[in-house]
């Protein structure tokens, strides 16, 4: 191991440390974190190195809870247990972290807790979020559901917080037609919350990713879920309110999207309905109206040169990773082929090739065309580009 | 009868003549009578004083049709007919001419055929469209009726097209509170269409007004009932689309709102409805999300010094004509009185003064509390003001 692996390393280390010291989205341990680096903050917070060194605006009451915290946090077991489970934790600074994220300065994540295959970045360039009342309406329930499926089908991943209501709802419509989704927690990823989502968390973890900022065995509290809805907002191209009352944690997520520059979208309910009042409150302000999946991905489509199918992949085939790069190479030029077929040609189980299939889906490298893949036709103007080139 | 009112009466008879002569709407007839004014017109189409004096636009095949339907024409009936059943014809000019109509160019009503005790510009300048489907679902009809009765509440004239579905119900909602209420129709005001609603239109007669470009006996066509959205759109502040499928007339309405600088509103439905689908249209683009009277009388009151209570009447009092203010006369400096008290004090019907207590309600003289009625308080301000000055 060299000397820079070894850093990078102590620094995720001290990171994870760190995420039992700071409570999510404190922006004063955000800029300490800044201003003298993981590892020299914790080095700091234990009393290394001779009599402790100040930190700008921490109190000696601080410091000393702060403490406690560092020493009772066990960074290697933690780090240990979630690698144990199939998870890693992703910092700043790793190819898999979403940079969009540092959109939210001081206040972004100290590092993301995750589970789960797909990797955390590209997933979350082609990503929207679905959010709600936890007491949805059946309409509610139903949007969700129809908005997740629509979206997942359109090569979307879908974003939500786990949660009893629209949130469920909208991981289980991606889930259903075999697409992508993330569930964003405000608790440990070892923790299932609610107890009654066990089952759909782990089949988000199997087909999809579960993430969040708290260690390990961690659980969720009222501010940790308001603090949540920021990484939701920022981590997403926009946020879609299905419904919600007036002051609920959704609009919370939906102004924090608007914040940040994200589209912030709404759908409209009966007038008559209180679980529609927050929504039409939103879009009565600046949220945009949708009723559909469609409207959706044109309204997030727009930014960039992301838009799928027609301007072909969002990344240089080089940065795709080993395996997802063997999946590409196992489509034939032209034609169909089955999931089973590209496993196959790629020498990987079904569910690994699956897995990867939607990745490169999200991506805009392959089209899924009932129960067939493709590669996505190359768009006549690059084709002419590339007759006139090489 | 001096020689100016028999000018002024000529004129008004050549309009009349003039309604069966061109459509609503119809720009070109709109700009002859500009140009060499209604008497001038019917004389030239009648071939009055030799040879038919050129038109800028007509054609020899279009003035043959003109004159057949001008030598048809007989004003001096029509009129009498529609004074008889205690109607009759404003034109521009006259002081009960809502001079918002003029915004409309060259496709301004030639007249109005009206029936109904209260003064028309007085009322329209305090009116608001709830327009929508004909077909519409309960849930639109319980939105129309409760915001028409809401507006109502509020001292707003509520204005739709008599039509079943969306207009039928607002109309009833402000009846019902015993509310200020206009049907504009696309027939002679003499016809109830629908036929259905013959007692509504009735009702609306006798507390209301019942107004058309049509002349009497004249049947509603598809594109009469456009071109009569026009006039919905112009006459009012705002118009407030409840439920209206794709490319609906209520549609049509609402745009011609927006291009009139009128207030465009919307009801939001579930995203599931197709009969809230041309309305979610509306609110992607221009239109404003409405979901209660208070939110149409807070957009709407907006315009100028016009918001009720708070700013006082709309109106000097020495242009009320003699009957709304004797009964303005007849309420007490202070506390509240029934509508029976004010018609004993004004020597009138009971029917009578509530008319025209709606009417010194809609111009923010008088307020509504339960049953009784009083003085409107006024605004601290002004108080100061008078008591400052003489």
Same mark, same amino acid.
């Given at each position: 191991?060299?000397?820079?692996?070894?850093?990078? %390393?102590?620094?995720?280390?001290?990171?994870?440390?760190?995420?039992?010291? @700071?409570?999510?989205?404190?922006?004063?341990?955000?800029? &300490?974190?800044?201003?003298?680096?993981?590892?020299?903050?914790?080095?700091?917070?234990?009393?290394?190195?001779?009599?402790?060194?100040?930190?700008?605006? +921490?109190?000696?009451?601080?410091?000393?809870?702060?403490?406690?915290?560092?020493?009772?946090?066990?960074?290697?077991?933690?780090?240990?247990?979630?690698?144990?489970?199939?998870?890693?934790?992703?910092?700043?600074?790793?190819? %898999?972290?979403?940079?969009?994220?540092?959109?939210?300065?001081?206040?972004?994540?100290?590092?993301?807790?995750?589970?789960?295959?797909?990797?955390?970045?590209? &997933?979350?360039?082609?990503? #929207?979020?679905?959010?709600?009342?936890?007491?949805?309406?059946?309409?509610?329930?139903? +949007?969700?559901?129809?908005?997740?499926?629509?979206?997942?089908?359109?090569?979307?991943?879908?974003?939500?917080?786990?949660?009893?209501?629209?949130?469920?709802?909208?991981?289980?419509?991606?889930?259903?037609?075999?697409?992508?989704? +993330?569930?964003?927690?405000?608790?440990?990823?070892?923790?299932?919350?609610?107890?009654?989502?066990? %089952?759909?968390?782990?089949?988000?973890?199997?087909?999809?990713?579960?993430?969040?900022?708290?260690?390990?065995?961690?659980?969720?509290?009222?501010?940790? @879920?308001?603090?949540?809805?920021? #990484?939701?907002?920022?981590?997403?191209?926009?946020?879609?309110?299905?419904?919600?009352?007036?002051?609920?944690?959704? !609009?919370?997520?939906?102004?924090?999207?608007?914040?940040?520059?994200?589209?912030? +979208?709404?759908?409209?309910?009966?007038?008559?309905?209180?679980?529609?009042?927050?929504?039409?409150?939103? !879009?009565?302000?600046?949220?945009?109206?949708?009723?559909?999946?469609?409207?959706?991905?044109?309204? #997030?489509?727009?930014?960039?040169?992301?838009?799928?199918?027609?301007?072909?992949?969002?990344?240089?085939?080089?940065? !795709?990773?080993?395996?997802?790069?063997?999946?590409?190479?196992?489509?034939? &030029?032209?034609?169909?082929?089955?999931?089973?077929?590209?496993?196959?040609?790629?020498?990987?189980?079904?569910?690994?090739?699956?897995?990867?299939?939607?990745?490169?889906?999200?991506?805009? @490298?392959?089209?899924?065309?009932?129960?067939? &893949?493709? !590669?996505?036709?190359?768009?006549?103007?690059?084709?002419?580009?590339?007759?006139?080139?090489?």
């Amino acid at each position: 191991m060299s000397g820079l692996s070894r850093d990078v %390393e102590a620094d995720r280390r001290a990171r994870a440390a760190l995420t039992r010291v @700071f409570e999510p989205g404190d922006e004063r341990g955000g800029r &300490w974190i800044r201003e003298v680096g993981p590892s020299e903050l914790v080095r700091r917070l234990m009393g290394e190195g001779g009599p402790a060194q100040p930190l700008k605006g +921490m109190t000696a009451q601080r410091l000393a809870a702060c403490r406690l915290r560092v020493a009772a946090a066990d960074p290697a077991r933690d780090l240990a247990e979630v690698a144990a489970a199939g998870g890693r934790f992703v910092c700043p600074g790793d190819t %898999e972290w979403p940079s969009q994220l540092d959109d939210l300065g001081d206040a972004r994540p100290i590092g993301l807790w995750v589970r789960g295959g797909p990797d955390l970045r590209l &997933w979350a360039l082609r990503s #929207v979020a679905l959010v709600g009342a936890r007491a949805c309406t059946p309409y509610g329930a139903h +949007m969700a559901a129809t908005l997740g499926a629509g979206l997942a089908e359109r090569g979307w991943v879908v974003v939500s917080g786990a949660a009893f209501g629209v949130d469920g709802a909208a991981h289980r419509g991606a889930l259903a037609v075999g697409g992508a989704t +993330m569930a964003v927690l405000a608790c440990g990823v070892d923790v299932a919350y609610p107890k009654g989502h066990t %089952e759909l968390i782990g089949r988000i973890v199997e087909q999809g990713l579960v993430m969040g900022e708290l260690p390990p065995s961690e659980h969720p509290t009222r501010s940790r @879920f308001i603090l949540r809805n920021r #990484v939701i907002a920022a981590l997403t191209r926009g946020t879609v309110v299905v419904e919600a009352q007036y002051r609920s944690g959704s !609009l919370v997520t939906a102004r924090n999207a608007q914040r940040l520059g994200r589209f912030t +979208m709404g759908v409209p309910g009966p007038a008559t309905s209180g679980l529609s009042a927050g929504v039409h409150e939103l !879009l009565r302000g600046e949220g945009v109206l949708v009723t559909d999946a469609a409207e959706i991905a044109e309204l #997030v489509g727009e930014i960039g040169d992301l838009a799928p199918v027609r301007r072909g992949p969002v990344l240089p085939r080089d940065l !795709l990773d080993d395996l997802a790069a063997r999946i590409l190479d196992a489509l034939p &030029w032209s034609g169909l082929v089955s999931g089973r077929d590209v496993a196959r040609a790629a020498g990987t189980s079904t569910d690994q090739a699956l897995g990867r299939l939607y990745e490169l889906h999200s991506l805009g @490298f392959v089209e899924s065309v009932g129960d067939g &893949w493709r !590669l996505t036709p190359v768009p006549p103007s690059d084709a002419d580009t590339r007759r006139g080139g090489a």
